[in-house]
């Protein structure tokens, strides 16, 4: 009967264990691999995030962490810090692009964002991840769950404050899936 019962257990209890490290995520490789194509962004009121988007210097934000700023610096990974320009901006999307010299991010790879025909595998429940700036720290990931999903809008329950705006919010392939927005209490936006 003993050899029963302990069987029943293994046959019961070894799906979950499996179950449970396959959701077990190891984020490592991943922050590796996007955090040199992450910055700090320095204004005249205070910090904020963006990231990389083409090789050529242009980095992702939001509008309301530049706003009416006339001094834009960016910090790397690295610890280089450098002026930037606004290339452009968008008030009513609250995005912006910035420029550095081109010579400055050699060698760092862009994120990807996500394709248009990709917006299908944006749905309640993937895990993401959000990499930025907040509150005087550098470069730190929080990792959540998309928990709402809309046309313009993503929450989850990945930890924003301020200082994240402009980072990415990428899922587990490192694609960008939103620029990170808002944190109130335990839910983020982008």
Known sequence: MKTAAGLLIVVCAFPALIFSQAVV???SKL???ISPAVVQITTDDGSGSGFLITPFGQIATNYHVIRNSKYLAVQFPDGRKVRAVVAAAN???DMAVLKVNSAVVEGIEPLRVLAEDQETTVKVGIP???IGSPLNQ???MTQGILSKVEDTTVLG???LQSGNSGGPLVNTDGIVLAVNTF???T???G
Do not use: T
């Open 31 to 33: 922050y590796e691999a």
């Open 91 to 93: 008030p009513h999307y």
């Open 157 to 159: 329950d990945f930890l």
């Open 25 to 27: 995520l190891d984020y």
């Open 187 to 189: 839910i983020g936006g």
């Open 138 to 140: 550098k470069f730190l």
């Open 128 to 130: 993401v991840v959000a």
């Open 183 to 185: 944190g109130e209490g």
